[in-house]
């Protein structure tokens, strides 16, 4: 199933930037247009712009997830391309096209062979959207889409023996592939997997794309949402497919951060045993405000956006705008027939739904955790599970938990998610020192280390929340408190040597001062 976490680990380069070092790290899945807009936003240049890079010696570097990586030592930089350079570059490139293009449309009868094919997918997927319980009938209708690529294959229409990059249509245009169902491959899931899915322990660096939306898929049947809410299975693959796509490949806040919330998310709803105590339709709003919660987020947060007064800021008055965003998003997906997971629902059962996951994802905003958390509180002593009030309570602080629960998973998997976060924070800082904004000390790249920006986070904000929830579930103690209180203390020793290290420092530059003298 997954492969090594070094394949699926952000990658990192470093530019020189108005004579400063910027470290740039992305996935190595990120399309060349992503790495290109994070590009122009590191290096202060609009985006959309056409941009090239070049390395210390001059040599232009590819913009795509296989370039070499470099050091601080042997910067890259961010060049803007000229207008002339447009210019000459765009019209050689369209005569590329146009002659690509028109020898295709001559060997392959391309427009034939696109309103064929369109024919036979659409009967292919109507069958399948009629047979969609039906596994026998689903298998059957994949084998011949395979055979149907395996044709078109034969018949030139495909890529195999294609030197360029794109198909082209006798416009000379790029075709853009459209991702549809079922068109994710279908991952058998290993007995162990089904098992490590359910503990904070599980290994999220492990997996690709296509297998976490595999996971998320067998957590709806599992717990026996698609059943309880009459989901056809092909829409919520499709569902899934649009939220995967919706996630912005921003260092921390991405689909993999998705996919560690929910798997949280699933875990907690095991450890707790939440099944007998809450309803199917509780757990079916618990696993999708985890799944949508940072939808389309931008990579700045709230604070950004106030300062910055930007769109969302406006629209939604400076009140949780990126979470507003979120669950925006999150029902303009559920508004396409092929991506309504809730259908088969009835309109007022819907309405309860989706009130409930607003309200879950609207908690997510951190500006409003002292007040959840004091909430929670006064309830936890005399928890009610018949008391909907008491329950809706917990449904926002197991949300809250699994958001920021990375500390909880083992250190190899929690720390990279820490560097993540830091280089989010510093391309947020760098853009607000640029734009005149205030800058947060948590967040700015000359002031903050990994110990410091961690010590006060568990000590402070997830040790006290973890350990409320504790008095309602002892069992989590041993599974998520105390990995809490080690990686306080990991931190901590961190920070004593830090401390040792700059102290040390200090006294050899005093005593090289006495010497001069």
Not at 58 to 72: E, Q
Not at 266 to 275: D, K, P, V
């Amino acid at each position: 199933m997954g492969s090594s976490s070094s394949s699926y680990a952000p990658k990192s380069i470093y530019l020189d930037v108005d004579g400063k070092v910027q470290k740039v790290v992305f996935s190595r899945h990120c399309s060349p247009c992503d790495i290109k807009e994070l590009l122009c936003s590191s290096s202060n240049i609009p985006r959309n712009t056409a941009i090239m890079m070049v390395d210390p010696e001059g040599a232009l570097v590819s913009i795509d997830p296989t370039m070499p990586t470099n050091s601080p030592n042997s910067l890259y930089k961010v060049v803007p391309l000229s207008t002339g350079q447009l210019g000459e570059k765009e019209d050689m490139f369209q005569n590329v096209l146009s002659q690509v293009a028109d020898q295709f449309s001559r060997a392959f009868r391309i427009n034939e062979l696109k309103t064929e094919v369109t024919n036979r997918l659409a009967m292919l997927e109507k069958r399948v959207e009629l047979e969609g319980l039906k596994v026998v009938e689903i298998e059957k209708c994949k084998n011949d889409l395979r055979k149907l690529r395996d044709e078109m294959t034969s018949r030139g229409g495909g890529r195999v023996n294609c030197p360029c990059k794109y198909n082209f249509s006798d416009d000379g245009k790029k075709v853009t592939p459209r991702r549809d169902v079922p068109n994710y491959p279908k991952y058998t899931l290993s007995q162990e997997t089904i098992e490590a899915l359910k503990k904070p322990t599980f290994d999220v660096w492990h997996w690709e794309h296509n297998e976490m939306l595999s996971c998320l898929e067998y957590m709806y049947h599992d717990l026996g949402l698609v059943k309880e809410f009459n989901m056809n299975p092909i829409t919520l693959k499709r569902w899934l497919l649009a939220i995967q796509e919706n996630y912005r490949n921003n260092p921390f806040h991405n689909f993999r951060h998705c996919f560690c919330v929910s798997q949280m998310m699933y875990g907690m709803i095991h450890l707790c045993n939440l099944q007998e105590k809450l309803t199917l339709t509780d757990m079916g709003i618990l696993m999708t405000a985890a799944v949508c919660h940072d939808l389309d987020h931008p990579g700045y947060n709230n604070t950004y956006q106030i300062n910055a007064r930007t769109e969302l800021a406006v629209r939604y008055n400076d009140i949780s705008p990126l979470e507003n965003h979120h669950c925006a998003v999150a029902f303009q997906i559920l508004s396409l027939p092929e991506c309504n997971i809730f259908a088969n629902v009835d309109p007022e059962a819907f309405k309860q739904i989706r009130q409930a996951i607003i309200t879950l994802i609207l908690a997510t905003d951190m500006a409003r955790h002292g007040e959840i958390l004091d909430s929670f509180k006064q309830k936890v002593d005399n928890f009610d599970f018949t008391n909907e009030e008491h329950v809706t309570c917990l449904k926002m602080v197991l949300i809250k938990c699994c958001d920021i629960s990375n500390e909880v998973r083992p250190t190899e998997v929690a720390e990279p998610w820490v560097d993540c976060l830091l280089e989010e924070y510093f391309m947020q800082s760098d853009r607000e020192k640029s734009e005149g904004l205030p800058v947060a000390p948590f967040m700015d790249r000359d002031k903050v280390t990994k110990p410091t920006a961690q010590i006060g986070f568990i000590k402070f904000v997830l040790i006290p929340m973890f350990e409320t929830v504790m008095k309602l579930f002892p069992q989590i103690e041993e599974i998520m408190v105390q990995p809490l209180r080690d990686s306080r203390d990991h931190y901590e020793e961190l920070k004593q040597i830090d401390d040792a290290m700059t102290e040390k420092k200090k006294t050899e530059n005093m005593s090289l001062g006495g010497k001069k003298k």
